[in-house]
C-alpha cells in the first residue's frame, strides 16, 4: 500500500523543490512518483493547444467546477494515483478541499504545507519562469493571482496539515525539513493508520 504524500502550499513556496528532494532522499529500495494537480490541467491545455499560462489554468479549473462540480479535478487525480505503481506518490499542489479529501481517502496519507513571505515567492516565481507569463509578472499582477479562486483555501488547508514548513531558509536548511518528512513517511510505511 502507497503512502500518499499531499503538498499544499502557494506558488513559488518549494512544493515541487519538495518534491524532488523527497525522492533524492527516499532509501533506494523504495520508489518515489511525484505528480502535480497543475500537469491535469498542462495537459488539458495543451490538448487545446492553448498557452499554458497561470490565468489559463485558473481559469480552465473554473470552468471545470463550474461545470462538472467541485470535486472533478480530484476525482482525475485519484485515478491518476491509483493506476500509479510506486511505494510513496507525492502529490504537489493540493489547494482545494476536494483535493485534500482526496489525500485523506487513502489508508495511509500525509498532508504537508510549505509557505514563504509573498516576496520571496514572487523572486522565485519571476526566476524559474515556468509558465510563459512568469518572467513577465509584476508583483501586483502577482499578489492579484493570490486572490484567484484557486488559491484562496490554500491557508485554509495548510493549518489541517501533518507537517507544516516554512521555506525561507538556505537549502541545507530545507534539506533538514524534508528528512523530517520523510521520517514521517517512512513510519507510515511501517504502521500504516
Known amino acids: 500500500m502507497p ?12 512544493k515541487g523543490t519538495l518534491v524532488g528532494l523527497l525522492a533524492e532522499a527516499a532509501p533506494s529500495h523504495l520508489s518515489v512518483v511525484g505528480m502535480r494537480f497543475s500537469d491535469l490541467h498542462r495537459e488539458t491545455l495543451a490538448l487545446w493547444d492553448l498557452p499554458i499560462t497561470r490565468q489559463n489554468m485558473q481559469e480552465l479549473s473554473r470552468v471545470l467546477v463550474d461545470a ?23 502529490v504537489d499542489g493540493v489547494r482545494w478541499e476536494e483535493d485534500r479529501k482526496l489525500i485523506r481517502s487513502f489508508p495511509v496519507n500525509i498532508l504537508v504545507y510549505v509557505t514563504a513571505s509573498a516576496q520571496l515567492r514572487f523572486e522565485r516565481i519571476r526566476g524559474r519562469g515556468q509558465n510563459v507569463d512568469d518572467h513577465q509578472a509584476s ?9 484567484a479562486l484557486a488559491e484562496q483555501s490554500i491557508a485554509r488547508i495548510g493549518v489541517t496539515a501533518d507537517i507544516i514548513i516554512r521555506n525561507e531558509g538556505t537549502i541545507e536548511e530545507y534539506q533538514r525539513h524534508v528528512q523530517h518528512v520523510l521520517h514521517r513517511v517512512l513510519t507510515h510505511q511501517a504502521t500504516p493508520t
Open 68 to 90: 462538472y462540480g467541485a470535486d472533478v479535478i480530484a476525482r482525475a487525480m485519484h485515478r491518476r494515483i491509483e493506476r500509479t505503481q510506486a511505494d510513496i506518490i507525492v
Open 3 to 14: 503512502t500518499v504524500v499531499g503538498i499544499v502550499g502557494e506558488k513559488g513556496s518549494g
Open 139 to 147: 508583483f501586483q499582477q502577482f499578489m492579484d493571482e493570490e486572490r
